[in-house]
């Protein structure tokens, strides 16, 4: 152990949560056990989880609102369930304010989408302005450039400090009178850092304009309370957060749902059809069209319970730790320069890093042999990169199965990486 | 190792020495990006009459990326654009082989230094890289017949 190592306080006990996840024994390039570092892209899933979808599939599969039959009920009840799960998870005061789409993305469109298509005095239209920021994964990005180029809004967004902060020396001009909507990232993907969202919400609380917070990078990793956050929606995604592929969350405030119009039409989200027109279940059916993602919501369901029974406070805690941890280690590696903070405050376990010259994608490749996983690229996030100058980072991110062992894994790799293309 | 079977000595080569770099007078010039990495390039080709008389780049990404371009350069400068044609066809074949095609001599012949890439062609996530500059030739090549440029 190295000394940095000791003194390491609120960490989980990983080596038993570890047991929970198949996939962390498997082995590759002879025999090799991976070090899934990538928990940012996706994070692995507890047995409790394919547990829940196969029993799903084997005992309760039908669709659901529809039939009178008995597994079609258990069905209904297990997807209803499931939102109730997630409500309780984020604090939402209504059930009925959680919309189940497939990810995050398609949640912060159907926000950009409600607000083109609404009546005053939601309507983003040419007067109006759209605010985002540079920080954002490009999913917070072009659903709004969408929105502008469809409407004649204005776009704009706030700019990055040096040292990975949202830049809100301007907030004032940026967030005025004639912005309707302001959608930001609480952490951001790939600089890690923690948004401070009290600040902007208060300007944005001041013109009167909405607000839209991209969880994604937060919803696994930390308390996520909606009514203390006092935005209008909060987006976020299952598969990042321990869930299966293919189920995402939009909260939205009740008063907000019920008066924005709906996006996708079909089944599930009418109330009454006629060949001239139809009236809307109300929310969250509204936003609901087709047959829903029913076992992937019954397994969102089962991952929300999996963290609560290890709580969330303490996987930030145990993230906290291993980010301090990393972030010391990681600057101690030659030539290894941190975009983003590089610091523990105000971050998550996210860390992206640049190597000297070596392209992050030859640093991936080498690490790979070494069964490291870690993601490699622009991180869906090309204006961070075109912000620093650099084509692409390295970015290992860690979860509440990641150990300090792992880090000393990646850090050994990096040498080894920089005495390869040395 | 197998990673060895990827970074050959000849491509680290090119990486760190590389052929040909920068830009030049060109008679067309494209711009072509590797969406998911972030690899760049812009490529300008020069004809005299048949013959490739250039062909010039700058850019930025991994070393199979700019080794290739370096390879490229090489191969195709002094080439007519027939000759050109069918290594760029050689090598594509390569690199969508997924490891399966072992090169043989009349392959070595034609690829002659790109040969070394038949080891990353057993990466999918990595053949974009090794394809980039020769897509991007291609596509200047079409560019420059179609503005009449060569003969």
């Not at chain 2, 970074?7 to 052929?19: A, C, S, T």
């Not at chain 2, 760049?40 to 010039?56: F, H, M, N, P, Q």
């Not at chain 2, 080891?119 to 020769?134: E, F, T």
């Not at chain 2, 079409?142 to 060569?150: D, F, I, P, Q």
């Amino acid at each position: 152990m190295t000394d940095a190592r000791q003194g390491l306080t609120g960490l989980l006990d990983t080596e038993a949560i570890r047991k929970d996840f198949p996939i962390l024994d498997r082995t590759v390039h002879d025999g090799k056990k991976i070090l899934y570092l990538d928990s940012a892209a996706t994070s692995q899933k507890p047995r409790q989880v394919l547990d829940a979808l196969n029993t799903y599939y084997e005992r309760h599969n039908a669709n659901v609102h529809r039939g009178v039959y008995t597994i079609a009920e258990e069905a209904t009840a297990l997807y209803e369930g499931a939102r109730d799960k997630v409500a309780a998870f984020i604090n939402a005061p209504s059930r009925n304010e959680v919309i189940f789409t497939k990810n995050a993305s398609e949640s912060l469109n159907l926000v950009a989408n409600m607000l083109g298509w609404a009546d005053e005095p939601y309507r983003v239209d040419r007067d109006t302005e759209i605010v985002t920021t540079e920080m954002e994964h490009h999913s917070n990005i072009v659903p709004w450039q969408l929105l502008s180029q469809r409407t004649g809004a204005k776009l704009k967004w706030f700019g990055i400090t040096d040292d990975g902060r949202l830049d809100l020396s301007n907030i004032d001009e940026i967030i005025t009178e004639k912005t309707k909507i302001v959608s930001f990232t609480l952490v951001s993907n790939i600089l890690g850092t923690v948004n401070p969202v009290e600040q902007i919400i208060r300007r944005a609380q001041q013109v009167g304009a909405l607000v839209c917070i991209d969880a994604s990078q937060a919803a696994p990793h930390m308390v996520l309370d909606v009514q203390a956050l006092q935005a209008d929606f909060v987006a976020f995604t299952g598969h990042k957060m321990v869930g299966p592929t293919g189920i995402g969350v939009l909260w939205g405030r009740q008063e907000l749902l019920e008066d924005l119009p709906p996006f996708l039409g079909g089944g599930e989200m009418i109330e009454t059809v006629s060949m001239h027109s139809s009236t809307y279940a109300p929310a969250p059916h509204k936003f609901e069209a087709g047959t829903p993602p029913i076992a992937q919501a019954v397994g969102l369901g089962a991952a929300v319970d999996y963290l609560t029974s290890i709580g969330m406070e303490n996987i930030h805690q145990h993230e906290k730790a291993i980010t301090q941890y990393a972030v010391k280690r990681l600057l101690e590696v030659p030539d290894l320069r941190i975009i983003g903070p590089a610091t523990a405050e105000d971050r998550g376990a996210t860390i992206s890093f640049t190597l000297g010259d070596i392209h992050p994608h030859d640093v991936g490749q080498v690490l790979d042999e070494m069964g490291i996983c870690v993601r490699v690229g622009h991180h869906c996030a090309r204006p961070v990169c075109l912000r620093y100058g650099i084509p692409a980072t390295t970015r290992a991110s860690f979860y509440l199965y990641s150990t300090p062992a792992e880090v000393d894994a990646l850090v050994d790799g990096l040498e080894h990486v920089r005495n390869f293309f040395g | 190792m197998k990673l060895d079977s990827m970074y050959q000595e000849v491509i680290l080569d090119h990486y760190k020495h590389p052929h040909g770099r920068g830009l030049r007078d060109g008679d067309a010039e494209v711009h072509h990006v590797n969406p998911t990495c972030g690899d760049e390039i812009t490529l300008r080709v020069k004809y005299d009459g048949e013959t490739i008389a250039d062909v010039s780049y700058e850019g930025q990404g991994c070393s199979i990326s700019q080794a290739s371009a370096s390879v490229l350069n090489e191969l195709l400068v002094g080439k007519e654009l027939a000759e050109a044609q069918k290594i760029q066809a050689a090598f594509l074949e390569l690199m969508q082989s997924k490891g399966q095609l072992e090169p043989d001599d009349a392959m070595e012949e034609v690829l002659e230094d790109a040969v070394a890439f038949a080891g990353v062609s057993k990466y999918p996530a990595r053949v974009k890289c090794a394809l980039l500059s020769w897509m991007a030739w291609k596509d200047a090549t079409a560019k420059a017949l179609s503005e009449g440029k060569t003969a």
